[in-house]
């Protein structure tokens, strides 16, 4: 028997009240799941449903329809009592701004104390001698323990919010943006030191984020989505040469390179996915080439081109 995924979302689905009465689906019919030890990188432009979708997972916002699943376990609508051990001791999440994560009067050390003290996994002396251990795994010296936040540089920081992440060993690792607001330089080593991190603890990652380059340097498997659907998942190393989606295809050719003379530079831009789908039809019909009338009607359901390959789009 197969082990079940550490994560599993199912024809998960947020609406919110429209203005004119209709609803807004920030996240509509959306399904993909996560093995142990995988990584799954969630791709689209900003307000496609990603950073939603990891609300959804965190219990910040609870879903409208479908359900979410951890270890086997649906925590889609568990009492909020149950929480703190079958959620916030499973998954921890790095964000966009490092330095927003932390208490400006807090020294680095008593932050990383804090998810090993709160979930009852060390006293706090423990923790002490434990997070200076954390700083040197994620190459950090261990006197920094005595620093506060801002003398800390922005990659600093960003590993010092992922030291916090994996002290308490989490099931699933979710990073929304998190190496986005960082130098070029600065970037390269922070997804370097996670996936060392991964291969060394077994994490489970979802990366969140709008950079194919960086999401395929991390990610087993990506997955992109539009206007909150889902439109096509596949391997990563299988991304250029084989995906067929339509909006996949414009943002691979959205990816501009100094080497590229001469070819037409698309804008992300111009392929705005603010406008959330109303009626029932796919939500890149509007601009998307292929589209037929029935496209405009009905929403296309996931289809299994090959192996490890899914494309939700009834004209390819």
């Known amino acids: 028997m197969s082990k079940a995924p550490v994560l599993e979302i199912r024809n998960l689905v947020k609406a919110f009240p429209g203005t004119d009465g209709e609803p807004f689906y920030a996240v509509r019919d959306v399904s993909f799941s996560i093995p142990e030890g995988g990584s799954l990188g969630l791709v689209g432009e900003s307000g496609c449903g990603k950073s939603t979708i990891a609300r959804m997972i965190t219990k910040l916002t609870d879903p ?3 359900s979410i699943w951890l270890d086997g376990e649906d925590i889609s609508h568990i009492p909020a009592r149950q929480v703190k051990q079958k959620v916030y001791r499973k998954v921890q999440m790095v964000f966009q ?7 400006p009067r807090m020294p680095i050390g008593t932050f990383l104390e804090e998810g090993l003290v709160y979930h009852g996994i060390m006293s706090r002396r423990e923790a002490g001698e434990e997070a200076k251990r954390l700083l040197e795994l994620v190459e950090l010296p261990a ?53 060392r991190l991964q291969k060394e603890m077994n994490l489970t990652y979802l990366f969140i ?12 498997r990506i997955a992109v989505m539009y206007a909150g659907q889902l439109t096509e998942e596949l391997p990563s190393e299988r991304l250029t040469a084989q995906a067929v989606h339509p909006y996949t295809r414009r ?4 990816v501009f390179s100094v080497g590229d003379k001469g070819r037409k530079v698309i804008s992300i831009e ?22 037929a009338e029935k496209c405009k009607k009905e929403l296309p359901a996931p289809r299994l081109l090959e192996e490890g390959h899914i494309v939700c789009c009834g004209q390819v």
């Not at 701004?97 to 208490?103: A, I």
């Not at 984020?209 to 087993?220: E, N, P, Q, W």
């Not at 943002?251 to 959205?254: A, G, M, R």
């Open 64 to 66: 409208t329809e479908g």
């Open 97 to 103: 701004d490092p330095y927003g994560v932390f208490s």
């Open 143 to 195: 006197s920094l323990a005595d620093r506060m936040p801002h003398q800390l540089s922005g990659g600093q920081q960003q590993r010092v919010v992922i030291a916090r992440a994996i002290s308490i060993h989490p099931r699933l690792l979710i990073l929304d943006e998190a190496t986005s607001a960082l130098d070029v330089s600065v970037q390269q080593g922070v997804l370097e030191l996670l996936m």
């Open 209 to 220: 984020g709008h950079d194919l380059a960086v999401v395929r340097s991390i990610a087993d």
């Open 251 to 254: 943002l691979l050719d959205s």
């Open 270 to 291: 111009s392929l705005d996915a603010s406008q959330a789908v109303r009626g029932k039809g796919c939500a890149f019909a509007p601009r998307c080439p292929r589209a």
